[in-house]
């Protein structure tokens, strides 16, 4: 017995799993073979055959029934535990493949953490209550990287990738993004601006890795220079805090409702956007429930 392999004996031990713990219950063969379906003759193999790989028995007769041993009792606890643990996990991974009870791991953008995704979960809740949502909030190329991992299910982003071949994209719509700036800023009273005129400003944007900071940088380029950022943030509305106190002008999103109180929003031409959109693995399937999830998001 020493020299036998602990993954090979569980692997053997396995399918008798069923049976240790059905006669630590009742410690009666018969009813322990009708309880796991299989015939008596076998359940004596089985027991014959575990003696043989543990070395001693696991039942001893008393009277006209049967007792199992010190060995059997402590290997069919051990089943116990072992198969309560597997059985959770069946029933985790039925419900992963129930379209109406599993788990969908959704990403999102900061930005539409406020109105539009509670908006979306709320409607598909109404004819899927029992689908669980596990929510995670990050940056653009974060939630790229998290959905190729495998991690995320479904990724709410923008800008879109393009061509890329493990990951596929739908348009959800295109958001028009305006300039920002303070309400005493020499700009507050334009109803349009070009981005060119922005070259001495100072600028508050996102990090590297959110999108808005892409689509910033990109128009500036375009525009012919490099934006010169003052501050860098990671939420939307701690950047029109800043815009409103005074240090710098930001590329945005609209505001929900209004913008805040001391800021300006004032519309960008050429029309500066982004493309919003739903983000999901092309090299593996979706679960049912983020799959009825995606349909449901894309209408």
């Given amino acids: 017995m020493a020299d036998t392999d602990p993954a090979d004996l569980a692997a053997a031990l396995a399918p008798r799993l069923a049976l240790l713990r059905a006669l630590a219950a009742d410690e009666h063969v018969t009813r322990a073979a009708d309880a796991v379906g299989v015939p008596q003759p076998t359940v004596s193999r089985w027991l014959a055959d575990l003696a043989d790989t543990l070395g001693g028995p696991v039942l001893s007769r008393h009277g006209r029934g049967v007792r199992l041993t010190r060995a059997g009792r402590e290997l069919a606890a051990a089943a116990g535990a072992a198969l309560s643990t597997v059985e959770a996990g069946v029933r985790r991974a039925v419900a992963?493949?129930?379209p109406d009870a599993g788990t969908v791991v959704f990403a999102f953008l900061h930005t539409m953490g406020g109105a539009r995704v509670p908006g979306l979960l709320r409607a598909f809740r109404t004819h899927h209550p029992r689908v669980r949502f596990s929510l995670v909030q990050g940056a653009h190329e974060e939630m790229l990287h998290r959905v190729l991992a495998g991690d995320v299910d479904l990724a709410l982003t923008a800008p879109l990738p393009v061509d890329h071949p493990r990951l596929h994209a739908a348009v959800l719509e295109e958001q028009p993004l305006v300039l920002a700036v303070p309400a005493t800023h020499?700009?507050?009273d334009r109803r349009r601006v070009r981005i060119a005129e922005l070259a001495d400003e100072e600028f508050i944007g996102m990090k590297p890795g959110y999108g808005l900071r892409r689509i910033t940088d990109d128009l500036c380029a375009a525009a012919g220079f490099a934006p010169r950022l003052s501050f860098t943030?990671?939420?939307v509305d701690t950047i029109r805090g800043l815009v409103v106190a005074g240090l710098?002008?930001?590329v945005l999103p609209p505001?929900?409702?209004h913008a805040p109180r001391g800021m300006r929003e004032i519309a960008i031409v050429p029309r500066a956007y982004r493309t919003i959109g739903l983000v999901w693995p092309a090299d593996r399937p979706l679960s049912p429930a983020a799959d009825g999830f995606r349909?449901?998001?894309l209408g």
């Fill in 96 to 98: 992963e493949n129930d």
């Fill in 186 to 188: 020499r700009l507050a």
């Fill in 233 to 235: 943030g990671e939420e």
């Fill in 248 to 250: 710098g002008v930001a």
């Fill in 255 to 257: 505001a929900d409702q």
């Fill in 295 to 297: 349909d449901f998001v």
